[in-house]
Nanobody, 115 residues
């Protein structure tokens, strides 16, 4: 099965920044909605941001204005720039690629923000 390869997680102090990247080597990338989800310990997985083929972008209210999602269809890559990080952003972040054919998840990357 096609794997999504995530990178860029790690540790940051509150107020700092991290950039997550996801490479999705699949021929349907340009036809897929690309999203970032996150799951904190003891909580449900939640949608953080998504970018559709048609250019629609939206964010979880809690991250709007701090996070920016971008996709590069030529490189089959989607990025999540995270600024002004808060301790409550601590979670495992997952890349997701969804098309009419299938939905594929990445393995997750840990983001830890200290106060």
């Amino acid at each position: 099965q096609v794997q999504l390869v995530e990178s860029g997680g790690g540790f940051a102090q509150a107020g700092g920044s991290l950039r997550l990247s996801c490479v999705a080597p699949r021929p349907t990338f340009s036809l897929s909605t690309m999203s970032w989800f996150r799951q904190a310990p003891g909580k449900q997985r939640e949608l953080v941001a998504f970018g559709t083929v048609g250019g629609t972008i939206d964010y979880l209210t809690a991250v709007r204005g701090r996070f920016t999602i971008s996709r590069d269809d030529a490189q089959n890559t989607v990025n999540l720039q995270m600024n002004s990080l808060k301790p409550e952003d601590t979670a495992v972040y997952y890349c997701n690629s969804s098309s009419v054919q299938d939905t594929v998840w990445g393995q997750g990357t840990q983001v830890t923000v200290s106060s």
